[in-house]
């Protein structure tokens, strides 16, 4: 292999390596860790501890766990992390290069700007959202093979990578049946049937294994019931039309736009699907545009909006040919399960499938001798939004990370922080050497505390806000409430001004409020008040439905 190809790739290593370093927050980056550290000294999600989701990104992560040495993991799982983001990428690219055999220098332009375009969004640790990604990608990747190669065994494991994207979360669940449509539709009914045989065949595995082990009833309880339609409705279609900061900025230029082209294409007499396409990719770059005036994550909602009008046009103007859409429905279809999220409500994870449907339409559409400004305009777009955006989630910005986590934990050797996250770490463990003998909770945040400290928590929910808890907050107080426990709240909850946090911190935390309220307290340092385990004399917080944990 020539030196100039491993260019691309070496320098997505390098930066990764780099990236990897920045940053730990003390909210979503223990929690998957957190849970995976659980099954790795043998409890089981669903009866040993509460889980809202479908299991696979927590095993997928225990066995990496298993095979990575403690000291620094934590930074090698992120690196890994990183690095099968970078993979994620190319397995898009290559499958989208198999179906419509687009020149590789435009592909590879295309793969910066995707990984540009998510980059500055994507978690530095390990997340479902972004694990079924991973899988969605490499069977869109074996799809566009088959499409290419004819390679009949490919079928079962197209089938196990659709599965496995739809057991990381519940939004991803119509992935199987997105990809069994488009087999049916790109290729024939035989291939579909084949696809389908295969993924009922591993979705069974799946429910016996859960029902062998007694598991698929706490199963269904704690992966349903934690949102509703009305949740869908908000995030998946609602969230698309009005869920934007200046509703005015995203929609009137783009009406505006729309207008003068409706009146262009009555005076060139365009068909009505030249005028979409029109619309659509002149709304696109809107869209991006937006994006640097606002967010890139309401802009990644309003393009694919715009790529919906977009897909309309196509199949106005490939009536005998729309079936060559098939590959970009599942682009869109899987940028929108990424969406579907009460926390992350935006598809922008799928910065890079975005981008591709979008060029594709100017392929479409454009003249070909516009196109090189064409890029230079989108480059500049995504290369300054990247600049413009870029910080670590809930962290402090890149030049305030100065403080090596491995003083706190090995496991945390060559992890960079902030002064804040890491005087509170710090607290944490000369906490537990102040107070031996003792079983320790973190109350409401810092959930990769009992992965950090090597800890076995007695709770059976390691983040304790309100919609991870299982809908049981009686079952964690009245674990809490033993004498041998000491719970360390964060200040920051009890003052009001944590992260995110409501006017109410019962509407945050209700089983952290109700400690605060009702527990003794012995001990106060820079950022923790120390409880001790007490008696449940006051009401408890009522609930909807009991938990599974007993």
Aim: proline share 5%; hydrophobic share 50%.
């Amino acid at each position: 292999m020539e030196f100039r190809k491993l260019i691309v790739p070496l320098l997505c290593v390098a930066a990764a390596a780099f990236l990897a370093t920045q940053g730990m927050d003390l909210w979503d980056s223990g929690y998957i860790v957190g849970y995976s550290w659980r099954i790795l000294n043998g409890e089981i999600p669903y009866r040993d501890f509460f889980f809202k989701g479908p299991p696979a990104t927590l095993y997928l992560w225990a066995g990496l766990m298993k095979i990575t040495p403690l000291v620094g993991q934590f930074y090698i799982l992120k690196l890994i992390n990183w690095c099968l983001f970078f993979l994620q990428i190319r397995f898009w690219v290559k499958g989208f290069k198999y179906f419509y055999r687009w020149e590789k220098t435009t592909l590879s332009v295309l793969a910066l700007g995707g990984i540009c375009f998510s980059v500055q969004f994507f978690p530095m640790y390990p997340w479902p959202t972004t694990d079924g990604l991973l899988f969605a990608s490499i069977a869109f990747y074996l799809l566009g093979s088959y499409a290419h190669k004819k390679n009949a065994f490919l079928w079962p494991i197209i089938a196990l990578m659709t599965v496995l994207s739809a057991l990381t979360k519940q939004s991803f669940y119509p992935v199987p049946l997105l990809f069994l449509v488009a087999t049916v539709l790109y290729f024939d009914s035989k291939k579909g049937l084949w696809l389908f045989l295969w993924q009922l065949f591993f979705l069974g595995i799946g429910i016996l294994a859960l029902y062998l082990n007694h598991l698929l009833p706490a199963f269904i309880a704690h992966t349903t019931g934690e949102t509703t339609l009305s949740d869908l409705w908000l995030s998946g279609v609602q969230n698309y039309i009005l869920g934007y900061k200046n509703l005015g900025l995203a929609w009137i230029p783009v009406g505006v736009i729309a207008l003068l082209i409706i009146i262009y294409a009555l005076y060139q007499k365009l068909t009505f699907g030249q005028m979409l396409l029109q619309i659509a990719i002149a709304g696109s770059l809107w869209a991006l545009v937006y994006g640097l005036l606002t967010t890139f994550q309401e802009g990644a909602r309003l393009l694919w909006c715009m790529l919906l009008i977009g897909m309309v046009s196509f199949i106005s103007l490939q009536k005998k040919d729309w079936i060559k859409s098939t590959p970009l429905w599942i682009i869109l279809g899987i940028a929108w399960c990424s969406s579907i999220s009460l926390g992350y409500p935006f598809p922008v994870f799928m910065g890079l499938g975005l981008l591709l449907v979008f060029y594709f339409f100017v392929f479409e559409g454009m003249p070909k001798n516009y196109m090189p400004l064409f890029q230079w305009i989108t480059a500049c777009f995504l290369i300054t939004g990247t600049v413009y955006h870029y910080q670590p989630y809930a962290e402090r910005p890149l030049s305030e990370l100065h403080y090596n986590l491995g003083v706190v934990s090995a496991k945390l050797e060559g992890i960079q922080t902030s002064k804040g996250h890491f005087e509170k770490m710090k607290e944490l463990k000369t906490l537990q050497v102040a107070y031996p003998h003792k079983k320790y909770i973190f109350a409401p945040n810092i959930p990769i505390g009992y992965y950090a400290f090597s800890l076995r928590n007695p709770l059976p929910a390691d983040w304790l806000l309100n919609w991870e808890i299982h809908r049981d907050p009686k079952t964690l107080l009245k674990i809490a409430s033993q004498k041998e426990n000491l719970i360390f709240v964060e200040k920051s909850f009890i003052k009001g001004n944590e992260l995110f946090m409501p006017k109410d911190r019962a509407d945050f935390s209700v089983v952290t409020d109700y400690i605060v309220r009702h527990f003794h307290p012995i001990k106060e340092t820079q950022h923790f008040i120390v409880y001790n385990g007490s008696s449940l004399n006051a009401p408890l917080p009522q609930t909807s439905k009991t938990g599974t944990v007993h």
